[in-house]
DNA sequence: ATGAATAATGCAATCGTTTGCATAATAATA
DNA sequence: TATTATTATGCAAACGATTGCATTATTCAT
């Protein structure tokens, strides 16, 4: 047998539908006897309100699309998960698209989202387009996460302000030469401010002595390549603490020093960045700078929900959080 | 302005909404000039096709549900990004839904997709109500993956097998004392099939000592729990080889004897299951089997879709592959 | 050139809701 | 009781697309 409609329900209750559209929504007065009789009969034939029509019918989808560079890592996924969940228990459904690479399936995704008439849009992490960004945020609800873009709120995390409480501690725990090994970056906002807080603290010490690599190929699984850069460059320079931007980086080093005898963290310290599930188990285990997924999601859904009612807005900055394990030293009272 | 429809095509174009319709879907007769002319005007308003309206005349929505345990699962949060490749090129949308826990947020779940018209639904992983999904299987196209529910389609991976042909392989590399360790199940096939092939090989050996146990705590992050236990338990007992259930507790029962002081894989070889990233990167490194997620999800996808144009369908099952890694040394040529 | 077949297009109904307006029923007030 | 507010309901028109049927324009064969 077909779905029951709204005109079923309507039918089995001696009613109209308008009648029972209201039932349902309940936001107007409704006589307590009707009310019982439309709920009873909805209740029988086991009726679904119908999406569709009704988003076709009130221009509204009650979606809101997700673009992310991937679903699959590890820090994504939890703010994938985090969305879906603020979004259901507001009634929300999300669409999610991966940005991937190029700029073309970008902006395939974002028409998949603007097809299905998502009532906004949240644009986690680098990899989009900003100028795309801008362009979708005239035409509807946009909340950047992770990310800055001009004109459009923004949730982000205080990379700055943490790498520079970092260096400073690792500065007062006594280390002296340092390294920062990083990905290069054009644009992300976030790889910039890590950087620029290392700098920030490394200006302040005369005493100490500061080298910079950034490489594209860091990123991602490609760890031999830390290992090569590590017996080729490091060798010459050894630092005492290696500062990097993110875990796997990080993990590569103690890894690949490992292999070359060099002990970490007596003879190097070395700190990632993202707290990634594995750093807290790794031998030894990583001192790193946890972002806190769930925070930066829920804040970025209600802002955008927030924006949908119109409502004011306003950008938000989180605190991000070091976390000392054995991979370096810190010294107690040094944050 | 408003969000341009295909009457105001048709205007510009100056034909019928039909014209229109049948130039954009691009599937009747239409002379080149007017399809030209009516691309020309689609193009020129920014024409994007209301899905909603589509969907609600049409009575289908080109969009698919998927439910998992949870999405930032490091097996899941793959299979979701690959579902959404496999479904994007293909012209669908998808929604995802976490079970969760408790089977009410499930129904939940699943009530948002029946609400949304999904043509159909993944079920992807344990802890999801069989008798829901039966239920479901009814009223909408439905395949389960990486386990089985009765008279639905599924796609599943070969575990009793492989685990078999892991045992196998570690007894003719000379294991002799082994020990299973998983998590404890009811009714999630992958798990009891796992058990029941290393059962399979043990059997056939008169000269091998198997014991078992069986954790409900050992899932997850809960690695402390594995350490107790091997301090406790094993101590005692002094297998030579422990196959476990997943990498977790592979990489905890790992971490726990570096605590005391026993070397893997020397005195005690260890296996895990799922091939986590972590686990490549472990020290050492883990002997684990691989479970493709792309190629779940594709048969998935492909099996799902078929059902939704009726298709023939059938059930399907994917090898496990074992990864030979430092932490179990299993001689070549016994796989 | 004339009728038959085919190709192009338009008309209008339809999908399932919601909602402004009108009306009927009820309650409140004078 | 007559009159006015208030509360409950129904009617019917949207929302934006698709599609069966009817119609017109075109092509083809004889």
């Given at each position: 047998?077909?779905k029951a409609?709204?005109?079923d329900?309507?039918?089995?209750?001696?009613v109209?539908?308008?009648?029972?559209?209201r039932?349902l929504?309940g936001?107007?007065?409704?006589s307590?006897?009707?009310?019982?009789?439309v709920?009873?009969a909805?209740e029988?034939?086991?009726?679904?309100?119908?999406t569709?029509?009704?988003c076709?019918?009130c221009?509204?989808?009650k979606?809101?699309?997700?673009?992310l560079?991937d679903?699959?890592?590890?820090?994504?996924s939890?703010c994938?998960?985090?969305?879906l969940?603020y979004?259901h228990?507001a009634?929300?459904t999300v669409?999610?698209i991966?940005?991937?690479?190029?700029?073309?399936s970008e902006?395939?995704g974002v028409n998949?989202?603007?097809q299905h008439g998502?009532d906004?849009m949240?644009f986690?992490?680098?990899?989009?387009d900003?100028?795309?960004?801008?362009e979708i945020?005239?035409e509807v609800s946009?909340?950047?996460?992770?990310?800055?873009?001009?004109?459009?709120?923004?949730?982000t995390?205080?990379n700055?302000?943490?790498?520079?409480k970092?260096?400073q501690?690792?500065?007062?725990?006594?280390f002296r030469?340092?390294l920062?090994l990083?990905?290069?970056f054009?644009?992300?906002d976030?790889?910039?401010?890590?950087?620029?807080?290392f700098?920030?603290a490394?200006?302040?010490?005369?005493?100490?002595?500061?080298?910079?690599?950034l490489?594209d190929s860091?990123h991602?699984?490609k760890l031999s390549v830390?290992?090569?850069?590590?017996?080729n460059?490091?060798?010459e320079?050894?630092?005492e603490?290696?500062i990097?931007?993110?875990d796997l980086?990080a993990?590569?080093?103690?890894?690949?020093?490992?292999?070359?005898?060099?002990?970490i963290?007596?003879?190097i310290a070395?700190?990632g960045?993202?707290?990634?599930t594995s750093?807290a188990?790794?031998?030894p285990?990583?001192?790193?700078?946890?972002?806190?997924?769930?925070?930066?999601s829920?804040?970025?859904?209600?802002?955008l929900?927030?924006?949908?009612?119109?409502?004011?807005?306003?950008?938000?900055?989180i605190?991000?959080?070091?976390?000392i394990?054995e991979?370096?030293d810190?010294?107690?009272?040094?944050?």
């Amino acid at each position: 047998m077909r779905k029951a409609t709204i005109k079923d329900v309507a039918k089995i209750a001696g009613v109209s539908t308008s009648t029972v559209s209201r039932v349902l929504s309940g936001n107007t007065s409704i006589s307590i006897a009707t009310a019982e009789k439309v709920r009873y009969a909805a209740e029988k034939l086991g009726y679904i309100p119908n999406t569709a029509a009704r988003c076709l019918r009130c221009d509204k989808s009650k979606s809101i699309g997700v673009v992310l560079p991937d679903i699959s890592g590890e820090f994504y996924s939890l703010c994938a998960s985090s969305i879906l969940k603020y979004a259901h228990s507001a009634g929300y459904t999300v669409l999610f698209i991966e940005s991937g690479n190029d700029l073309s399936s970008e902006t395939e995704g974002v028409n998949i989202l603007l097809q299905h008439g998502v009532d906004g849009m949240i644009f986690i992490g680098g990899g989009i387009d900003a100028s795309l960004i801008q362009e979708i945020s005239k035409e509807v609800s946009v909340v950047t996460g992770d990310r800055k873009v001009k004109n459009v709120p923004s949730v982000t995390f205080n990379n700055r302000v943490t790498v520079k409480k970092l260096t400073q501690s690792l500065y007062k725990s006594g280390f002296r030469k340092f390294l920062y090994l990083g990905e290069s970056f054009n644009s992300f906002d976030n790889l910039s401010d890590r950087y620029a807080g290392f700098n920030d603290a490394i200006n302040n010490y005369h005493d100490a002595t500061a080298i910079t690599i950034l490489e594209d190929s860091l990123h991602g699984d490609k760890l031999s390549v830390s290992f090569e850069l590590f017996e080729n460059k490091i060798s010459e320079i050894m630092p005492e603490v290696i500062i990097t931007s993110n875990d796997l980086i990080a993990q590569g080093i103690i890894s690949a020093s490992y292999k070359c005898g060099i002990k970490i963290p007596e003879q190097i310290a070395v700190t990632g960045f993202d707290d990634m599930t594995s750093s807290a188990y790794y031998t030894p285990s990583v001192t790193t700078v946890r972002q806190d997924a769930d925070k930066l999601s829920k804040i970025c859904f209600n802002t955008l929900i927030d924006m949908i009612e119109n409502k004011p807005v306003s950008s938000s900055e989180i605190n991000q959080e070091i976390i000392i394990r054995e991979s370096a030293d810190i010294k107690e009272g040094t944050l």
